[in-house]
């Protein structure tokens, strides 16, 4: 086993060194950096919420921002209920959707 692993290193080849880099950047460009900038916008669309604001929570609850704390949001629900939530349990998509107006046609 050693002997294999002796002849494997003595033959090796720059062209393997080439193709490792290319697959370590092929990864970096589709997958890690997208999930960053994902989470910079996740990060940014928060921190701008504001009082009064319509959200939809990661367990798709709805509601309206009535207060906010440093990690928390204090949201009424439409039956009057008042629930606190994670700043991080706010979903990017859902709320942008839910703001947006519908485009008629």
Request: proline share 3%; no cysteine.
């Amino acid at each position: 086993m050693i002997a294999t692993i002796l002849l494997q290193a003595a033959g090796f080849d720059p062209k393997q060194l080439i193709v490792f880099g290319l697959i370590i950047l092929v990864f970096y460009f589709f997958m890690i950096r997208p999930q960053v900038k994902k989470q910079k916008d996740q990060k940014n669309f928060v921190n701008e919420l504001k009082k009064g604001d319509k959200i939809v929570t990661t367990s798709g609850m709805h509601g309206k921002i009535l207060e906010i704390a440093d990690a928390t949001f204090l949201i009424e629900t439409e039956g009057g209920q008042k629930v606190r939530f994670n700043k991080s349990a706010i979903s990017l998509e859902e709320s942008k959707a839910l703001n947006t107006p519908a485009v008629v046609k």
